[in-house]
C-alpha cells in the first residue's frame, strides 16, 4: 500500500475531502490503462483515511483483439485491491458520424451514469484524466473553432454530471513515474498510436513538435484551458442574470431576448441550450436559430429541430406567444378509458386524472356521474362552458385560452354520455355544472411535462 506522505496520494486526499461527504459511493471508471490503473491504486489508498464505498467499471468496447484480456486484466486487479467491479459489454457503430472515437466516448459516458450498484446511484463518477489529456483536448477545441466553453475543455469538478477528475492537474509522466515506483501493471492500447484518430495525432504528432520550441507546452495549456474556464463561468453568470427576468418554466420571453445586445443574446440561447444538455450550435446556426425567433410573425409556426452534434437527444424549439420553448416531443396515442369511480386515472400518454368529491364545484353528481368516458380529441368538438355565451368550437377556445397547440392535441376530454363534459384547462359544460349547495366531482389533470426541465 502507498504510504500516507506520498505528495501524489495527498493532492488526491485533498482533492476528494473536498469534494464529497464520508461513505458516499464512486464509481471509477476504469480502462486498464496508465491514468486508471494508477488512480484506481490511489483511490483503494485513500480510502483508508477517507471513508467512501468505491466501485470501478470496466466498458468492454470490443474494438481491439486484446479486449477481452483487458477485461479480465482489470478484474484481477481490483480484486486484489478488493474493489467490486461492473464489465459493460456496448456495441459500437463503425459507420457513425461520431467516428469511432466519439461514439466509444459516448457509450462510456451513458455506461458510467446510468448503472446502479445494489439499487444505489452513485454520488460521483471519478474518470484519470490528466493535464496532459486537458492539454490535447484544448487543442482539438481550438482546432474546431469552439468558443470559451469549449476551450475551457474539461472541468475538474463537474458537479451538473457528479463528475470528478482528481488528477487534471497531474501530467502523465508524474503517473507513469509513480507507476513505477509502486510497481503497478497496466495495459496498452494498440490504438494508442493509430494517428488516425483525432487525439491520436494530437498526441504523437503535434505536441512533440511544440514541446521542443516550449518544452512545458502541456501545462501552459491546461494552465490556459483553466483561465477559459474562469472565463466561461464569468459567462454563465451574466447569461443567468439576463435570464431572470426571460426564463419560466425554462421557456424564454422573446421581447426581453430581442432587448438585449445580440452577443448577449447569444449568451442567454448558449447557457439555455447547455443546461437542457444540449451540445453547443455553430456560430451560424445559432444565428439563424435566433433570427427565427425573433424575427417571426407574431403567428408563425417556428418549429426548429435540435440534434446537434449527433445527439441521442432530439429537443424541439418551439415559439408561441412570444415565447420560445425546449420540447421533448412525444407522440400522443388514442386512448378510450372509462372512470369508474376511482380516485386516480392513468392515461396512456403518462399523464393523470384526479377526481375528488367536493361542495359546489365540478360535474353535478345529481346527474349521477358514476361513469365518465375519457379520451382525446377528434376534431370538429363544440363545447359551451360559459352559460352567458354561445356554443363554440373547442379549437377557438383553445386558442382563446392560450394553451400551446402542442398540448392541445394531448389534452383528455371527459364525456357524459354523449355530452362534452369537462376540458381541462377550459372548463365543464354549463348544463352539468354543481351549483353551490351541490356536491360534484372535481377533476384535476396532471400533464406530463413536455418542456426539458433542467
Known amino acids: 500500500m502507498v504510504k500516507a506522505q506520498d505528495p501524489l496520494l495527498s493532492q488526491v486526499n485533498t482533492f476528494l475531502s473536498r ?33 467512501f464505498k468505491l466501485h470501478a467499471m470496466h466498458v468492454h468496447h470490443g474494438l481491439s483483439v486484446n479486449a477481452d484480456a483487458w477485461a479480465d486484466f482489470c478484474l484481477q486487479q481490483c480484486k486484489l485491491l478488493n474493489v467490486p ?40 463518477v471519478v474518470t484519470a484524466h490528466h493535464q496532459d489529456d486537458q492539454a490535447e483536448t484544448l487543442l482539438l477545441q481550438l482546432f474546431r473553432g469552439a468558443g470559451v466553453k469549449g476551450l475551457a475543455s474539461m472541468a475538474a469538478v463537474d458537479k451538473f454530471r457528479r463528475l470528478l477528475r482528481p488528477l487534471l492537474e497531474v501530467s502523465r509522466q508524474t503517473l507513469q513515474d509513480y507507476a513505477t515506483q509502486h510497481q503497478i501493471r497496466w495495459c496498452e492500447d494498440e490504438s494508442n498510436n493509430d494517428t488516425r484518430y483525432e487525439r491520436n495525432f494530437v498526441r504523437n504528432n503535434v505536441m512533440p513538435v511544440l514541446e521542443i520550441r516550449y518544452p512545458a507546452v502541456k501545462s501552459v ?44 443574446a447569444k449568451n442567454v440561447v448558449r447557457w439555455w441550450f447547455a443546461n437542457n444538455h444540449l451540445a453547443m450550435p455553430s456560430t451560424e446556426y445559432l444565428s439563424e436559430i435566433i433570427k427565427q425567433l425573433l424575427n417571426a410573425k407574431a403567428d408563425a409556426n417556428v418549429n426548429i429541430q435540435l440534434n446537434l452534434n449527433n445527439q441521442a437527444q432530439h429537443l424541439t424549439l418551439k415559439r408561441f406567444q412570444q415565447r420560445a420553448y425546449l420540447l421533448q416531443e412525444q407522440s400522443t396515442p388514442a386512448f378510450d378509458l372509462v372512470w369508474n369511480g376511482e380516485p386516480e386515472l392513468m392515461l396512456p400518454n403518462g399523464g393523470k386524472l384526479q377526481f375528488k368529491q367536493v361542495m359546489g364545484a365540478g360535474l353535478a353528481l345529481k346527474f349521477g356521474m358514476t361513469k365518465l368516458r375519457v379520451t382525446n380529441r377528434d376534431g370538429g368538438e363544440r363545447f359551451k362552458p360559459n352559460v352567458l355565451r354561445p356554443t363554440r ?62
Not at 355544472?433 to 426539458?452: F, K, R, Y
Open 19 to 51: 469534494q464529497f461527504k464520508p461513505n458516499q459511493l464512486l464509481l471509477l471508471g476504469l480502462s486498464g490503462g496508465l491514468d486508471s490503473c494508477v488512480l484506481l491504486h490511489l483511490l483503494a489508498a485513500t480510502k483508508q483515511t477517507i471513508p
Open 85 to 124: 467491479l461492473q464489465i459493460v459489454r456496448v456495441n459500437i457503430d463503425e459507420n457513425t458520424q461520431l467516428g469511432v472515437e466519439g461514439a466509444a466516448r459516448r457509450l462510456r459516458y451513458e455506461a458510467l451514469f446510468s448503472i446502479k450498484l445494489d439499487e444505489e446511484q452513485p454520488d460521483f
Open 221 to 264: 495549456l491546461a494552465r490556459s484551458a483553466s483561465h477559459l474556464a474562469e472565463a466561461s463561468d464569468l459567462l454563465d453568470t451574466l447569461a443567468e442574470i439576463d435570464a431572470e427576468t426571460l426564463r419560466f418554466n425554462n421557456s424564454l420571453c422573446l421581447q426581453g431576448l430581442a432587448a438585449l445586445a445580440p452577443i448577449r
Open 393 to 454: 368550437t373547442l379549437k377557438h377556445l383553445l386558442q382563446e385560452a392560450n394553451i400551446p397547440p402542442w398540448k392541445r392535441d394531448c389534452l383528455p376530454l371527459i364525456y357524459w354520455h354523449d355530452t362534452l363534459a369537462f376540458v381541462p384547462g377550459i372548463g365543464i359544460s354549463h348544463e352539468l355544472q354543481a351549483a353551490a349547495h351541490e356536491l360534484g366531482v372535481e377533476i384535476v389533470w396532471q400533464d406530463i411535462p413536455s418542456v426539458s426541465i433542467v
